[in-house]
């Protein structure tokens, strides 16, 4: 080819203007191969590579029913079509035809080459033979209309441009096309329309990275509320612990020394004065403070703030309280009750439950015998009080009798649930489920 293209130069040098003449006189596409002229970039030298860049319309009233591209190059080249590679190749002496009827659809579409020059002359064919349902027909050669990108290292949009840029030169038709070379035309395959999976567009992208980059600092919030609560918690747990200490060491001492000094007064009276019979009443009373206050310091020292502590302490509150009275105690308590975690609220709702319920018996069931019975059930407690007493009628009971009210109330605050069953005659059984951890303060729904 170069030495046939050099012979047409010369041929041109020799007759000015007989080589636009026949261009000129010759249609946009060849008849028989339907491709243009060569063209390249008005300077060429080895090793260059020129961006070829033209735009087309497709009107919008008919749809295109065929399309056929045929095009080369000296030495190599690559197409697209809107950005889309549509194909490439490397021998001058070839007409590659691609079927684009499928890539085109009404409205402006950017057709793209980049070629490249090995050494000596250089140029780039090409024919493009658009068939409307009209039957019109749009036809775009290898002409000087084509741009030239000046500098190959420009935007890496350039093939996708639809508006040209206006510093870009124009093409330079080289030599003319000649049927006489005669090239062989080979049909590659039909272009298909390339399918941009969703997760590789722009929209799920960004979509994407907004959603990564809420997550993350939806973490890293959490994360600090975290931090900051655990800090909360273990200063709370350390004054809980303060507290609980200074009570017991200050006012506990002082109640019992109190105590004390009442009995020793009280012996150095007559027992039948009035003086005995005030210091009794000031002893008794200081008791009864100095046990509540016992409680209260329970419910508040951290340290205390697990399942089997808990257990425990309900246990030998419940032998100590009805030791004194007349009704005997059994229990039915699991075995190895684990450390686990037990929130303050829990401890404190359920610890006053079973308090009220252990009252509520010696006061008014006329009970001899009691049965308090604790096991675990789905991370949670289930404690149980049953009696022999007289019972009563659930239908006829006020449920705004303070005593049911109150442990309904503290089983609710607990995060729980409470259960009663009674009738005349039969006894009486309370049970509370509660969870080791109060997850929110919603209240659940109680039992019937």
């Not at 068939?131 to 996708?160: C, F, L, N, V």
């Not at 209260?296 to 020292?301: A, F, P, S, T």
Request: hydrophobic share 45%; glycine share 8%.
């Amino acid at each position: 080819m170069a030495f046939m293209k050099r012979l047409l130069f010369l041929f041109s040098m020799m007759l000015p203007g007989l080589a636009e003449h026949l261009m000129a006189a010759r249609p946009v596409l060849d008849a028989e191969y339907g491709v243009g002229s060569w063209i390249w970039s008005p300077r060429t030298h080895d090793r260059q590579e020129c961006r070829f860049w033209r735009t087309f319309e497709i009107p919008s009233a008919n749809k295109v029913k065929h399309a056929r591209l045929r095009i080369t190059a000296d030495n190599f080249y690559s197409v697209y079509l809107d950005g889309q590679q549509i194909g490439q190749g490397a021998d001058w002496r070839v007409l590659i035809e691609y079927d684009l009827t499928q890539l085109l659809t009404p409205g402006r579409h950017v057709l793209a080459v980049s070629a490249f020059n090995d050494f000596d002359v250089a140029g780039f064919l090409m024919g493009l033979v658009v068939e409307m349902d009209d039957g019109r027909m749009i036809e775009i050669a290898s002409d000087a209309s084509w741009k030239i990108s000046p500098d190959p290292s420009d935007d890496a949009r350039w093939m996708t441009w639809t508006r040209q840029a206006e510093q870009w030169p124009a093409a330079a038709v080289v030599n003319p096309f000649y049927p006489m070379d005669r090239p062989r035309i080979y049909q590659a395959p039909a272009s298909k329309r390339h399918v941009v999976p969703f997760w590789e567009r722009t929209w799920f992208q960004i979509g994407l990275a907004a959603l990564c980059i809420t997550t993350l600092l939806g973490c890293v919030f959490l994360l600090s509320r975290l931090l900051i609560q655990s800090k909360l918690q273990a200063v709370v747990r350390r004054e809980r612990a303060r507290i609980a200490a200074d009570l017991h060491d200050d006012l506990g001492g002082g109640l019992t020394q109190l105590v004390l000094l009442g009995e020793t007064t009280r012996r150095e009276v007559p027992e039948d004065s009035l003086i005995a019979t005030r210091l009794n009443g000031i002893c008794d009373q200081s008791r009864t403070v100095l046990q509540r206050m016992n409680e209260n310091i329970w419910m508040i020292n951290s340290q205390r703030d697990n399942v089997k502590d808990v257990v425990s302490y309900i246990g030998k509150y419940a032998e100590s309280f009805l030791q004194a009275s007349s009704v005997r105690c059994r229990f039915d308590i699991e075995n190895d009750f684990p450390k686990d975690p037990c929130d303050i609220g829990v401890r404190r709702n359920l610890f006053l439950a079973v308090k009220e319920a252990l009252n509520n018996i010696v006061k008014h069931a006329g009970a001899t015998e009691v049965l308090l019975s604790i096991h675990r059930l789905r991370g949670g407690l289930v404690v149980g009080i049953s009696d022999n007493g007289g019972g009563f009628d659930l239908s006829a009971a006020d449920p705004e009798r303070s005593g049911l009210k109150n442990m309904r109330l503290r089983a609710a605050e607990s995060g729980g649930k409470f259960k009663i069953e009674s009738a005349p005659g039969a006894g009486c059984h309370v049970e509370f489920h509660v969870p080791f951890a109060i997850s929110g303060r919603k209240v659940r729904s109680l039992l019937p």
